[in-house]
């Protein structure tokens, strides 16, 4: 049987439906489902959509179409001429349609779409008739045609590349257009009489003869068909490459195209054109949310030209709220609008996106997709769907992406200090947060700026889909045009990033690189500060903090994975502070305390000389004495740790990096050093000397230094046993897991176990304690130690994953130097992914899966868990969660992220579980 190419929607039917979005792409299958589904039927303007099938056939046959495929579509023009009671190309009653591309996943403004196909100087005469004889309406429709058609058709798909920007045939016909606007005296588009317009449109179809050596068609199947190919090519055009890259979408998926009858937005003041939401894609809220513009069409609300009203009094803001609404002004179609957006919420069981026109009193539904929302509405409408029993937890717990709720963890500006500040100017809140950077003007300098490690914003008049990489590259975005719905917004709003737009008090001047705001001349370089939540520019860089854990919605979205998530989720900390942190996010115990980490930084000093004074040392007995004095600062963070978690596990892991890190190389210290052991500078020179080591990475660290050094482990030990005596006394929980690192041998480990063993019960004694709850392990970041685990596990007590060392000793990249050159490895596609971030499951992961394995067979129950960075990478921790391990642990800030993780990796494999037994 011949492949079906051509899926029709329209008159309360549709071949098609939403779950065959891989066929017809979101826009397709949205329109079929609109259009179709019992539950649904609305005023869909009937169509059809030709599928992606047909695009890969267009790219793997030098660009043709499938035997068939224009009789198909002649046939499903047919059905729509016959819903619509008009006729394509008809001179009394013509038909229009719009062509539109629509892959699998949304991609904003990166593909073409034409409108008004079908007008010729046949039919124009038969659309001034049905438009009650508003010939203004049609020449403006015609002009618009010939402009989109000329850009998108003749030039863009026939691959036609124009000098620079400003000789693109749009371009050139918007300079006519200028002309004749400022010869009239005109301020605004709908200032053009209907003869204006006419006139324009003879003037437009010179200059493409001109320009581009070919007559605009004047035939409307050739204008379709132009139309369809010119969708198809766009799907490689150089936005939509570049798109794909950023966002990840396989360029084989292509584009289905929609071809679909008009309906006009611009017919009168009885007509309009609108976007909305059916929540406040900013911030959650459960009210209808969105734009209009009266007398307009669709592309007049996205391009930002008119400043759009609100639909609702919720939808006003600082910039149009002295607009009219459409409840007000066309309060029966609002009424009828809201409750189809009820029933689209309700059916979809999501935030839509829904785009309406209003033609003479009218209303027509022209899309609705899933709405993209930023972080801190997802997080809410996750919450709240929850609550209205409109979705499951699990449902719900994937519904925010990890880098979502990275959004709510992001800076805001610190509040104290933006209050004592006065905005420079006000726009629309287009993305959350708060970002300060160097203000850029264009796209380029964005990216090269920011590969120079500086922090920018970049700030335009307006963004086109062209300035997607500079957008991706700043920390902000700043537009002086646009609404909720523009370009700028809608990109921003998917990636999650800081963004203001509409911003009409500044004034962008590109040729001399300056933004001027009240007053105010900023160059390019100068610092500014956005709150992209309430959209407030401020001159100068302000300070940022962080405001998640006193968000209760995000503390209740955390509750839901908690109970979804089967994971314990740790957090390295090395000070008490951290812990509390850990423990505020949710951290359920400590993973990695790194006890040298009290070497470094704040409060220091004294520490770090003891212990400079025990490396330095060459008899047991000067090491025991420097030992001595070190202990009771051990002891003190240990302890500090062990009471911030309280009744939680904590992981204390000895001493880890080689010794000679520590060694002074600052002349005073030195001498210090010196003095207080006695020794010559010569002396000491000698001994940091012999430290020395060619590759300290694989040298005299981990439990080499307690082979070495018995006294260094013991005195570790007794701290940990001591603190945790201590804090029994004191009616506390402590739960220290004592943890040796860079192990490869099970003696190694026997060794130390011994010193142990022979410490906690010198404690107890000491204490009259009869137990204290406790465990002694290992790490696994040691490829042999993976695979004898068997072995290793006959000692250990419990395992936690290095995998910083396992990825380092397992690839032999050296963790330090990978940086040279992982950039070639990644640009050519040898590796997928840096393995220092996301686990390289294939080859490290086969290490982790065959020691868990053996470790498990050896002592059943054996407590697994990882430490190394990848426990707060949501693909690593996916991973972990397939292994069967028990936790994972990282960083404080990443404990919310690994705790969304774990709860989606439990959804993911009870998905596929089910999906197994079916
Ligand atoms: C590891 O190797 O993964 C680890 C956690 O230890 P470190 O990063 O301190 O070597
Ligand atoms: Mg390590």
């Not at 006729?87 to 996943?105: C, M, Y």
């Amino acid at each position: 049987m011949k492949a079906k190419y051509i899926y029709a929607f329209g008159g309360g039917k549709a071949d098609g439906n939403e779950s065959m979005k891989n066929l017809l792409g979101g826009k397709g299958a949205n329109l079929a489902e609109m259009a179709g589904h019992r539950d649904l039927r609305l005023p869909v303007p009937p169509g059809f959509t030709i599928t992606t099938e047909v695009c890969t056939y267009y790219y793997e046959h030098k660009k043709s179409y499938p035997a068939g495929l224009k009789k198909d579509v002649e046939r499903a023009l047919q059905t729509v001429e016959r819903l619509m009671g008009r006729k394509f190309g008809d001179p009394v009653n013509p038909l229009l349609v719009s062509v539109r591309s629509g892959a699998r996943k949304s991609m904003p403004g990166m593909m073409e779409t034409i409108l008004n196909v079908g007008l010729t100087e046949k039919t124009i005469p038969g659309l001034v008739e049905q438009s009650g004889g508003n010939s203004r309406f049609v020449y403006d429709a015609y002009r618009r045609l010939i402009m989109m058609y000329s850009d998108v058709v003749m030039e863009k798909a026939a691959g036609i590349e124009p000098k620079d920007d400003n000789s693109g045939i749009r371009r050139q016909l918007e300079r006519i257009m200028d002309r004749v606007k400022k010869a009239k005296g005109y301020t605004s588009d709908t200032d053009l009489t209907a003869e204006d317009l006419r006139q324009l449109s003879s003037e437009f179809k010179m200059k493409v003869r001109e320009i581009l050596g070919q007559e605009f068609p004047d035939d409307p199947l050739q204008q379709l068909w132009g139309g369809i190919g010119a969708v198809f090519s766009s799907w490689n055009g150089k936005r939509a490459v570049s798109y794909r890259r950023i966002e990840g979408i396989p360029d084989e998926w292509g584009t289905a195209v929609n071809v679909q009858s008009m309906v006009f937005g611009n017919m009168g003041s009885d007509s309009a054109t609108g976007v909305a939401f059916t929540r406040n894609p900013g911030n959650g809220d459960n009210r209808f949310y969105g734009e209009y513009l009266i007398d307009a069409q669709g592309e007049d609300v996205v391009a930002g030209i008119r400043t759009p009203a609100p639909i609702n009094e919720y939808s006003k803001s600082e910039h149009n709220k002295e607009l009219v609404t459409l409840e007000k002004a066309m309060p029966k179609i609002y009424k009828e609008l809201f409750q189809i957006q009820r029933r689209l919420e309700k059916h979809y069981r999501d935030m839509q996106d829904i785009e309406f026109t209003i033609e003479k009193g009218r209303l027509f539904m022209l899309q609705c997709r899933v709405g993209k929302r930023n972080g801190p509405a997802a997080v809410r409408i996750a919450v709240d769907m929850l609550a209205e029993k409109l979705i499951d937890k699990r449902t719900a717990v994937m519904r925010v992406t990890p880098s979502q709720l990275d959004e709510l963890l992001h800076p805001i500006i610190d509040p104290a200090v933006e209050k004592e500040q006065e905005p420079l100017a006000k726009g629309l809140p287009a993305g959350p947060g708060g970002a300060a950077g160097q203000i850029v003007f264009s796209a380029h300098d964005a990216v090269e700026w920011a590969k120079q490690g500086k922090k920018v914003i970049l700030v335009r008049e307006e963004t086109n889909p062209e300035d997607v990489e500079g957008m991706r590259a700043a920390q902000a975005i700043l537009t002086a045009r646009g609404g909720m719905t523009s370009h700028a917004a809608l990109v921003a709003r998917g990636w999650g990033k800081c963004c203001i737009v509409g911003c009409s008090g500044i004034h962008v001047d590109y040729s001399s690189k300056i933004l001027s705001a009240d007053g105010v001349s900023l160059n390019e370089g100068s610092w500014i500060t956005l709150n992209g939540t309430r959209g407030n520019v401020y001159k100068g860089q302000l300070p940022m903090m962080d405001a998640s854990s006193e968000n209760k919605v995000l503390m209740d979205f955390l509750k839901v994975c908690d109970s979804v998530k089967r994971l314990g989720i740790r957090t390295n900390a090395d000070t008490p502070e951290d812990a509390k942190r850990g423990r505020q996010f949710g951290a359920q115990g400590i993973g990695l305390f790194r006890t040298e980490h009290m070497f470094y930084g704040k409060g220091s000093e004294e520490p770090l000389f003891r212990l400079r004074k025990m490396i330095i040392s060459r008899t047991a007995e000067e090491r025991r004495r420097a030992l001595d004095e070190l202990y009771p600062y051990v002891k003190k963070d240990v302890k500090g740790t062990l009471e911030a978690m309280d009744g939680y596990p904590v992981v204390v892991r000895l001493l880890d990096p080689p010794l000679h890190e520590f060694v002074p190389r600052d002349e005073g210290k030195l001498r210090d050093l010196a003095n207080d052991l006695h020794i010559t500078m010569e002396e000491l020179a000698s001994r940091a000397e012999n430290l020395h080591e060619s590759n300290p990475m694989m040298g005299h660290r981990g439990v080499r230094l307690g082979i070495t050094y018995p006294e260094v482990s013991e005195m570790q030990i007794r701290a940990v046993f001591d603190a945790a005596a201590e804090l029994l006394k004191e009616g506390k929980h402590p739960y220290p897991e004592i943890m040796i690192p860079v192990v490869g041998h099970v003696n190694e480990l026997k060794d130390q176990f011994e010193i142990a063993r022979r410490v906690y019960r010198e404690v107890l004694a000491q204490h009259g304690l009869k137990s204290m709850k406790h465990m002694v392990g290992t790490m696994i970041e040691i490829p042999r130690a993976a695979i004898v685990s068997d072995k290793i596990a006959e000692m250990a007590e419990f395992f936690s994953f290095g995998t910083n060392d396992l990825t380092q000793m397992g690839f032999g990249f050296s963790r330090d130097d990978i940086g040279s050159f992982l950039p070639d490895y990644l640009e050519k596609r040898i590796l997928p992914d840096d393995p220092f971030q996301t686990i390289d499951q294939e080859g490290i992961g086969e290490l982790m899966k065959i020691s868990i394995e053996r470790g498990r067979k050896a002592r059943p129950g054996l407590e697994i868990g990882i430490c190394g960075e990848h426990g707060g990478d949501p693909r690593s921790v996916d991973f972990c969660h397939r292994l069967g391990m028990d936790y994972v642990s990282c960083s404080p800030f990443r404990v919310p992220i690994a705790r969304l993780a774990a709860a989606q990796a439990a959804t993911a494999a009870e998905k596929k579980g089910s999906g197994r037994r079916k």
